[in-house]
């Protein structure tokens, strides 16, 4: 743990871990306890993912998706294989893995920026003074376009300004992975489309390593550089990965026309819809 | 065109000995005139444009005033209704003191609430304040108790199935029961009832609080694991937050109960207390003073949970 927690930011070198494995899933299966006996939720799942990139995870619901990304979060243990960020073990929740929740989790009784410092806080509090952590906190508000609404609670702002100050949230603990659990999934589409781009700034701006779960093509095509597709559970496990090769940045205007995106559009609807198709069967 | 109709009725006023407007209708068609006619109908429709500007505003009247209506009506009726029932009671049993003679000795006894003529002699303020520091006392202790004791209830599954049996078979005991161990232990009347109030009072306060623990959303505590909080600020900013609007629901059914057991627990115990006042009253034939009591009682009660709903309402997140 000492490399975690004395060098939460960012580094700046990438010979500390090897490059090409920055988290590593190993072998891992997930069985939950139920009452009709065990279920096997996820087996065999192998994948590394890379500083830098951003991969996402897709598959029908009830697949996995977020159990897996729960899994690199460290909020649930696997039954079997290891799971290692930046070489060391997964083995619990940690200030290098932020978390940006499904439906956004801010705390009600909190404004906008105590939510965010309460993360600060909690990473820069025993190294930096108050006023240092003000002004992280009004950074990275800034970052994600909220400065004016600081001193609002969660209950006065608009769902896409929630999931704007759950992001902020975990980007204020400058984590070395983002985890995304289908961040955009509760918003409108031109909502969702102007998030997406934030998002693409935010992570070129900081060079995050993304692991985004999501059900939309159209957004994993567009912000992945890979699509991790995941077959039907139970027992779910990776069933292809597609490389997302278009040149970055990318607008999502142009792309609409681009006969490449359109090829890895196609490649991953023919696995969700011919391949693994009959998901209610299935579940 | 209301000039021309103006002149005409003018004229025709004069005609009359100028005995104001109020003759005018009658006149008017005598008048004749095409011109005079054709102001008529033009009046007529200014007048009927008036008329329902005019209705349009009392119905803009009538509709604001609706809610205060439909929110004050009710209760009126209800208490208007209560008190033709009480009176009618009253007159058939004769010995059941009407509205007006308790309201004749209300009146008598609030004029002079804070006299001290002995120990047994004292005002009705006096009683009532004496009461409200017992309940306050034993509430007091019972929430210093109850609601950490909830706490760590509500975290720990293991002490919460170890002590829920004890508290289901506790909680339904009659408060009074409790009375003789209180006399046993303090030997004394006061520290006796406070004792009740205490043992009453507590059990709402344990059971929702440890509800409220055991309720915090997961969401909630996923991002105290992902932040990595430590356990002060997991309690400060997610436990104690997450629970309070529990906490001040069992802290309302308490005072509720508190409130409602004092009145017996002074009937038994005697000194100053509305509830041994309640008892002197009794024992002195004084009906209309019992009365007053127990609409002190109730209006008491009902103060302190409209205070503790306020508070809640404070703390009620969107």
Known sequence: MTDA??????????????????????????????????????????????????????????????????????????????????????????????????????????????????????????????????????????????????????HEISGGMKQRVGIARALAMQPKVLLLDEPFGALDALTRARLQDELVKIVAATGSTVLMVTHDVDEAVLLSDRIVMLTNGPEATIGGIVSVELPRPRDRVELAENAQYHHYRTEVLEFLYRRQAHVEQAA | MSAVFATNAGNAAGDAHGKGPARVTPIRPVAGAAASAEADRDSEALASKRRAEKEARRIAQREALRPVVLAVLPPMLGFALFIGVWTLVSQASPQLPAPIKVWHSAVQLFADPFYRKGPNDQGIGWNILNSLQRVGIGFGLAAAVGIPLGFILGRFGFLNAMASPVISLLRPVSPLAWLPIGLLVFKAANPAAIWVIFISSIWPMIINTAVGVQRVPQDYLNVARVLNLSEWRVMTRILLPATLPYVLTGIRLSIGVAWLVIVAAEMLTGGVGIGFWVWDEWNNLNVEHIIIAIFVVGIVGLLLEQLLLLLARRFNYA
């Open chain 1, 5 to 154: 927690t004395n060098s939460i930011g960012r580094p700046s070198t990438p010979s500390s871990a090897p490059a090409r494995d920055f988290v590593r899933i190993e072998n891992v299966g997930m069985t939950f306890k139920t009452k009709k006996g065990p279920f096997i939720a996820l087996r065999d799942i192998d994948l590394t993912i890379c500083r830098g990139e951003f991969v996402s995870l897709i598959g029908h619901s009830g697949c996995g998706k977020s159990t897996l990304l729960n899994l690199v979060a460290g909020l649930i243990a696997p039954s079997g294989g290891v799971l290692l960020c930046a070489g060391r073990e997964i083995a619990g929740p940690g200030p290098e893995r932020g978390v940006v929740f499904q439906n956004h989790s801010l705390l009600p009784w909190l404004t906008c920026f105590d939510n965010v410092h309460l993360a600060v806080e909690r990473v820069f509090g025993a190294s930096e003074t108050r006023a240092d952590l003000k002004r992280r906190t009004l950074e990275v508000l800034a970052l994600v376009g909220l400065t004016h609404a600081e001193h609002k609670f969660p």
